[in-house]
C-alpha cells in the first residue's frame, strides 16, 4: 500500500468540485458571450486562469487517485505541474499588465497571480520534500489544490459579478440616454 492510500475520498472530492466548476465557467462564458470584443484581451488575464487552475485541480485529483505503486512518478509528475504552474502566473502578471480594459486592483494581484503563484511554487515544493517525508508532502499539496480551487471559486465570482454590474451599469447609462 503506498502512501496515497487513504487520499482517495479527498481528490474524488475535490476532482469533482473542479470539473462541475469548469462546467460552470463554460456556462457562464456563454451567457457574457455579447460583450464587446474590445474587453476580450481581458479574458486571457481573468477568466482564462480560473479555467487552468481548476483545471490543474481536476489533473492533480486524477494523478493522486491513479494506483501508484510508489511516490517517485508522482513527485515528477509535481514537480512539472508545479513549475508550469509558477510559469503561467508569471505570464498572467504580464498579461494583466498589458490589458487596457480594467486597471487591476490589489485583489486582483493577489487572487491572479500572489496565491497561484504560492500554491504552484507548494507544489514544486512538495515534490522535493516527498522523498523526504511523503506525509509532509501529501498534506501540502492538499492544501495547494485547496488553495488553488477557493482561488477559482473567488475569480470565478468576481468575473460574474464585474459582468453583471458593469453589464447593469451599461443598461442604466443606456436607459437614462433614451430619455
Do not use: C
Not at 482517495?8 to 469548469?22: C, D, H, K, M, R
Not at 456563454?30 to 490543474?56: C, E, K, N, R, Y
Request: proline share 3%.
Amino acid at each position: 500500500m503506498t502512501s496515497l492510500a487513504g487520499w482517495e475520498n479527498f481528490y474524488v472530492i475535490v476532482g469533482s468540485s473542479a470539473g462541475a466548476l469548469i462546467g460552470l465557467q463554460f456556462v457562464v462564458m456563454t451567457l457574457v458571450a455579447d460583450i464587446p470584443i474590445a474587453q476580450s484581451q481581458a479574458g486571457a488575464a481573468f477568466a482564462t486562469p480560473t479555467i487552468v487552475h481548476f483545471g490543474t485541480v481536476l489533473l492533480l485529483a486524477g494523478i493522486q487517485t491513479a494506483p501508484w505503486h510508489g511516490l517517485g512518478v508522482v513527485a515528477l509528475l509535481w514537480g512539472v505541474l508545479g513549475v508550469s504552474g509558477i510559469a503561467y502566473a508569471t505570464v498572467v502578471a504580464r498579461l494583466m499588465r498589458m490589458q487596457t480594459v480594467y486597471a487591476p486592483v490589489f485583489e486582483d494581484w493577489l487572487f491572479h497571480v500572489a496565491l497561484p503563484f504560492a500554491a504552484y511554487a507548494t507544489i514544486t515544493a512538495s515534490a522535493f520534500v516527498s522523498r523526504a517525508n511523503a506525509r509532509t508532502a501529501l498534506f501540502t499539496i492538499a492544501a495547494a489544490v485547496l488553495l488553488l480551487l477557493f482561488v477559482g471559486i473567488h475569480n470565478a465570482w468576481d468575473a460574474v459579478t464585474y459582468h453583471v454590474f458593469s453589464k447593469r451599469a451599461e443598461r442604466r447609462k443606456a436607459e437614462g440616454n433614451s430619455e
